[in-house]
Each structure stands twice: as structure tokens, then as C-alpha cells.
């Protein structure tokens, strides 16, 4: 049970951080990023206020997203401050745009009852189970966010609110059966072509070049043939994990560890408990509750006609599992007090209100038998031999490589280790383990580039290290024209070739424009079979670019195949294709664009009229 409600906790904590609802970046504990001092708030819209600690998860999360999505590639754009700030600036406007529809949602009076928040919290996916509601996962969810239910509802209760005013302005979109019938006819429609393949490589097979030619292209283009600053580098290459091949671990001593650390494999004293919750301060309304309970009164009827927790009522106050150290430490003391199942607490104070506590099962630690953890146990044990095997090696490199500075032999055989040299590399052609920009930062330095000297020890990686010297050096230089002549003439014919190709084409295409066919036959050319395009061919951006073909004429015009080799096209007929299978989702398309055009017309308007401060958080 408490593995299910561990693997839902983690789950759900991605995914409503990631996007509960409707909007994804308002999912923020607000009281754990509030600190002591300063100003506090990011931006306020109105009377709203965006709270420093609310933007940061935002823009963490939203950060989190785009690293997941694009990798290095993202990492290398935070690397521009300019970026960081355009990006953090993007996120803060687009809490401000959620700010504007809860300020205007609240002008207009919209509202959402209590029994629209239970049933919209009862319904989420995120906290079900085979379909049903989860009280576990319920509970566990807001404590790992550090939610309290009455703040939890409250989130969802905004969100609501939006959502009225979002679906009253973009419901009201619809489209027109002409509309659709004229969209569905643009995107069905079909071209009949010929075309004319003039290949590049044909053409640049015919190219003569003389020699002063290419000793042009090859000065105007030295960029091209210039061999960037190289080295010859060495390195040592020392990490933890390559070090776990070499560690074996017996049975004896996994056993000994074991018998050493039993409670790690034990599970955790459980129990399943009830609870009745009165939020805020009300003793005495608690009081009553429990009155009734000592009365003799059932504890789930009560629970689900006045517990004030909307996630367990329903259950009968359920909570399911617990175990120390997840619960509020209030609540925690009372509920491991209590002796047998059927035991009911006195009144429990916490931070969400006055609980009475009903312990329903309890469950003994148990330890696991070896056989079931002796692989972990190894694995383990070998784990940790490596990391302490590694900083002791990494210790007597750092010691050996800064004591003899001039060579890497010493080090390498102080901790055993092979040394690797390179041929002569540049930044962009450097082996991944050297291209990591502290190690290329260092190889680039002038102890080491210049003066020949070991680096000092560099992590690359956590349990990772390299120590590097750089053997020799060669400058940048533009490469004599004998040593890439055949790559100079290959480009150049290439250049040539393709603007005989293009010169061709637009000869043809003009003579036939101007009803010359005969300028076929002079330069050997004719069209292929017809051929019916739509729009995702190729060819589409020019055919479906050109007008349609006067009856009994036909239209001409020349573009690029994906290769890159010059096309000559025939356009003889357009045919409209009346096909009703996508007019749904059609329609669909041009009522969200609309919709998205009219919100973001509002939006506009809002900020125009509404005050809008930003503070200094996106730098």
C-alpha cells in the first residue's frame, strides 16, 4: 500500500506542478518562498497581487519543461542573459494574463459554489485510483505541495472562475457552412503537374573550370578552407562508475551489512486511520462532534455529514495507510497513541483545524527476508566502495598531477590509470568528455596550452573527473589550395552547375510562357507523366502558388526539389475536391483560431486599461 501511495505522490507532484486544470503556472506553495524582508511581490494586476515565491515556481517549472523538451540546446540559450531575462519577462505576462481573467471574471460577478469545487476535486484523474477517488493520494499530494485542503480549494476555485469567463468569450465562436465549405475546398484541393528534373550533378559533371577560376573561388572563399586552432591533447580519465567493474562484494559481507542495518529493510510500523476534520478555530463546534461520538454515535456517518475535509469525508473520514514522518506532528503523536483498533483520539489540534483521530487497523514493521535484498544490498555496497575508492585515487591525482606538472606519466601510475592522447583536435571535433566547457576552458589556458603544464583536477560529472595537458599546438591557418583543390572544384562546379541549371530553366519557362514549345526539343528536354499533387508535396509552395490555368492553356514555372536540383513545372489543371471527412474538424480549427483571436484581443484591451506593475524580478 504505501509503495502505491509513494509512486502516486511523486506522479502527481509533476503533474499538477507541470499543469492542473487549466493553467499551468499557478501551482505554487506561496508561504514557502515568502521570506523574511524586502519586496515580495513580482507584479501586481489591480488589486491582485503575484507573489515573488508563485512567479519563481513558474518560472522553474516552465523552465523544467523547456530543458525537457529542447535539452542543450536550451541549456546553451540560458546561457545568454538576455535570454534569461526575455524568458523569465515571458512567463511573469503570462501569469499577469491569468491575473487580468480572474480580476475580470471577479468584475463580473462570477461565481462558484462549495459543491462545484467538491465535485471538480472528487473527479480529477490525478487523485484516482481504477477510476475512484484516492483519499491516500488525496492526502499525501497536498502535503508533498505543501497545501492545506481550504488553499487547495481555493486554487481549484480560481481556476473555476476563469474558466467561466474563458468559455463565455470562447464559446461564443462559431463557424459558417460557407466558411468551412470554402476552407475544406482550399485544403482538399488537387493539381495535375508535369515536370522537368534539371540535376545538379549532371550539370556540375559538365562544368570546365580554369585555373584562375578556382584559385578565385578558393580566395573569395578561404573561410571554407581554413583549419581552425588545433591541439594534441592527454588526459586521465578517472570516474567512480568505471570503477564498479573492478569491486566485488561477497555474500559475507553483504549479510554483515545487513544484519547491521536491518530497520533499512524493515518496513515502517502502519496504520489506517480515520479522521474528522473541523477547519480554523471552533473548538467547541469540534467538541460537540466528539460528544457525540463518546455518545455512541457511528464515527464515518459523522465524518461524511460534517468533516470539513472535502478529500476523506466521502470515505468516511478515511485516510488509508500512514506511517511516521508524513503527517503533521500534531496529528502524527495522537494517532500512534492510540492503543487498539476502534480507539478514537481526544481533540487534535494542527495548523488545518481540530481533528478526532479513529484508529481503524494497525500493521507491525517486518523485515525483509536477505534473499529478496541481498542484489540491492551488493549493488549497493559496491556503489559506495567505488565513490570511496574514487576520492581517495581522485586525492592522490590531484596530488601527483600538481607535483609533476610536466608529464602525466606519474599520475597515471599513481592510481593506476591508462593515459589517452588524442590526435590533433579542434572545439568542434574534441571527444564529448573533452568538449565539456570547464575541460575545454582549461585546455585553452595558457599554463596549459602555452606552457605546457598539467590542469588541475576538473569534474565533468559528479564521481567524474579528467586531468589534462596539451602535447602540441598548430595555429589556425587557411590550407594551401594544392591540399583542397578537389574540394574547391567540387564546390565550385556544384555553384556552376546550378547556375546553368537555374539559367535553363528560366529560359524555358519564359519561351513557353510565350508559347515557344520548340525550346524543349532544342535543349533535349520533355515532361514526365501528370502527376496529381496536394499540398503536402514538395512541389506545393509553387504550384499551389500559381493561378489557375485559363481553359485550354497551361501554366509554367520553375522551383527547388528537396535535394536541391532545379524543377521545371506544367501546371494543367486544379481540381476541387468536395470531401465532407474533415469539415468537423475544420470547423473546429477556425472556431479556435477565432476564439484565440478574440481572447487575445481582450487580453490587449485589459492590459491597456488595467494598472500593471512590475517589479524587479527578471533580471
Keep these: ?84 531575462a526575455s524568458f523569465r519577462k515571458s512567463v511573469l505576462d503570462q501569469m499577469i494574463n491569468d491575473a487580468l481573467l480572474q480580476l475580470h471574471a471577479q468584475e463580473l460577478g462570477l461565481r462558484v459554489s462549495d459543491k462545484q469545487v467538491r465535485t471538480t476535486l472528487l473527479s480529477l484523474p490525478e487523485f484516482q485510483v481504477d477510476g475512484k477517488f484516492d483519499s491516500e493520494i488525496y492526502q499525501a499530494s497536498l502535503r508533498r505541495a505543501g497545501y492545506t485542503p481550504e488553499s487547495f480549494a481555493e486554487l481549484i476555485r480560481r481556476d473555476l472562475v476563469r474558466n467561466q469567463l474563458l468559455t463565455a468569450v470562447q464559446a461564443s465562436d462559431f463557424a459558417l457552412p460557407s466558411e468551412v465549405a470554402e476552407q475544406s475546398k482550399l485544403i482538399m484541393q488537387t493539381r495535375e503537374v508535369k515536370t522537368i528534373n534539371l540535376a545538379l550533378a549532371d550539370f556540375a559533371e559538365k562544368v570546365e573550370l580554369t585555373d584562375a577560376e578556382i584559385e578565385q573561388y578558393y580566395k573569395d572563399n578561404s573561410e571554407r578552407y581554413t583549419r581552425p586552432e588545433q591541439a594534441k591533447v592527454a588526459y586521465i580519465d578517472l570516474s567512480a562508475n568505471e570503477l564498479k567493474n573492478s569491486i566485488e562484494i561477497s555474500d559475507e559481507q553483504a549479510k554483515q551489512y545487513y544484519q547491521e542495518h536491518l530497520d533499512k529493510y524493515s518496513s515502517e510500523e502502519q496504520r489506517k486511520v480515520s479522521h474528522i476534520l473541523i477547519q480554523g478555530d471552533d473548538e467547541a463546534k469540534a467538541q460537540a462532534i466528539l460528544d457525540e461520538l463518546n455518545a455512541g454515535a457511528d464515527f464515518a456517518t459523522l465524518a461524511e455529514e460534517k468533516s470539513e475535509d472535502v478529500g476523506s469525508s466521502e470515505e468516511g473520514g478515511s485516510l488509508g495507510w500512514i506511517e511516521r514522518g508524513v503527517m503533521a506532528p500534531e496529528f502524527e503523536e495522537a494517532a500512534f497513541a492510540l492503543k487498539q483498533p476502534g480507539d478514537v483520539s481526544a481533540l487534535v489540534k494542527t495548523n488545518f483545524g481540530y481533528h478526532i483521530i479513529k484508529l481503524d487497523e494497525l500493521k507491525d514493521a517486518v523485515a525483509k527476508p536477505y534473499a529478496e535484498v541481498a542484489a540491492t544490498i551488493k549493488q549497493e555496497l559496491r556503489d559506495q566502495k567505488a565513490v570511496d575508492k574514487f576520492y581517495e585515487l581522485q586525492s592522490e591525482l590531484e596530488k601527483v598531477a600538481f607535483e609533476y606538472p610536466d608529464s602525466l606519466d606519474d599520475a597515471a601510475k599513481a592510481i593506476n590509470a591508462q593515459i589517452v592522447t588524442t590526435d590533433f583536435i579542434s572545439q568542434a571535433d574534441a571527444p564529448e568528455l573533452l568538449k565539456t566547457p570547464a575541460v575545454m576552458q582549461a585546455i585553452l589556458s595558457p599554463e596549459v596550452k602555452d606552457d605546457g603544464l598539467n590542469s588541475e583536477v576538473i569534474e565533468v560529472a559528479p564521481e567524474h573527473v579528467v586531468v589534462v595537458r596539451v602535447e602540441d599546438t598548430r595555429d589556425e591557418t587557411v590550407l594551401p589550395l594544392t591540399e583542397v583543390r578537389e574540394q574547391v572544384v567540387a564546390q565550385l562546379s556544384r555553384v556552376k552547375g546550378e547556375q546553368n541549371a537555374m539559367a535553363l530553366a528560366t529560359k524555358v519557362v519564359d519561351e513557353l510562357k510565350a508559347g ?31 493561378p489557375k490555368p485559363i481553359e485550354g492553356k497551361v501554366g509554367y514555372a520553375q522551383t527547388k526539389s528537396l535535394n536541391g ?55
Design 1 to 84: 500500500m504505501m509503495d502505491r501511495l509513494r509512486e502516486g505522490v511523486n506522479s502527481i507532484a509533476i503533474k499538477i506542478i507541470l499543469g492542473l486544470i487549466i493553467l499551468s503556472f499557478v501551482f505554487a506553495g506561496v508561504s514557502s518562498y515568502i521570506g523574511g524582508g524586502g519586496n515580495n511581490v513580482a507584479a501586481k494586476v489591480g488589486n491582485i497581487e503575484i507573489s515573488r515565491g508563485e512567479f519563481e515556481q513558474a518560472y522553474q517549472n516552465q523552465r523544467n519543461r523547456m530543458q525537457a523538451q529542447l535539452g542543450d540546446y536550451f541549456s546553451d540559450l540560458l546561457a545568454d542573459p538576455s535570454y534569461v
Design 516 to 546: 515557344n514549345t520548340q525550346v524543349l526539343a532544342d535543349n533535349g528536354l520533355a515532361f514526365g507523366q501528370a502527376e496529381t499533387i496536394d499540398r503536402s508535396s514538395p512541389l506545393a509552395n509553387v504550384v499551389f502558388a500559381m
Design 565 to 619: 536540383d532545379v524543377v521545371i513545372v506544367e501546371l494543367d489543371a486544379v481540381a476541387d475536391v468536395f470531401n465532407t471527412m474533415y469539415n468537423e474538424q475544420i470547423a473546429q480549427q477556425i472556431v479556435q483560431m477565432s476564439a484565440q483571436q478574440n481572447l487575445e484581443g481582450l487580453i490587449s484591451i485589459w492590459r491597456q486599461t488595467t494598472d500593471i506593475e512590475y517589479f524587479a524580478v527578471t533580471q
